[in-house]
């Protein structure tokens, strides 16, 4: 585990008050829960005010929804890291809020102790995504019909594609290599090699970009 000379800050999103003081309740000993909100304009106006590393966002929310905040506030305030915690398991919630910017999109089953791991993966540049969310994004592609074929996808060997799928799914380097049976060394050069072919410079785009290519996805259960 890693620690910070500081505690993350982090702002909650959520129309429930039960939600918000029990994620409390798991995660503010641990980081720096610096305000929250129930609603878009409020969100939208406190993020803005304070200015935290991290908010944890609901997707459906009165005055506009999740991604209206995310989108206000990235215009405002860019390196500001969101992540989706939400019940809504719909391919077009999860896209939206993937294309939207944030780095995670997550399901509200979420046990305590994992989602400070993910608050922290997420603030170090990571990208987390609940594993059984990858075939909605897949039926959200299915249901715009045919796509063209991406030629990047062929810049990259098997090996790299399923290192870049396993990354989608919010996978560590030493998990990946744990289900490639390799080493952690193996998966860092197949990582490196996947940004420097795709042009690309973080997980987080990695993600973008497996979610943005159908072929990619279809192999993902």
Known sequence: ?????????????????????????????????????????????????????????????????????????????????????????????????????????LTKDVLGFDLVDQIRAVYEGGAVVSPQLAAFAVQAFDEEGPQDLDPEIDLLTESEKAVAILIAKGYTNKQIAAVRVGSIKTVEKHVSSILRKLTLTNRTQVTRWVLSHPTMTGTME
């Open 1 to 105: 585990m890693t620690y910070h000379e500081r505690k993350i800050r982090v702002f909650l999103v959520d129309d429930h008050e039960v939600v918000r003081a029990g994620v409390r309740h798991y995660i503010g000993d641990i980081v720096d829960v610096v305000g929250e909100a129930d609603e878009a304009d409020a969100a939208i106006e406190l993020i803005c005010e304070r200015q935290p590393d991290v908010v944890l966002l609901d997707v459906h929310l009165p005055g506009g929804g999740g991604r209206r905040v995310l989108e206000v506030v990235h215009a405002q305030y860019p390196d500001i890291v969101f992540l989706a915690l939400t019940v809504s398991e719909k391919p077009e919630d999860v896209m939206a809020i993937i294309r939207g910017g944030a780095r995670g999109y």
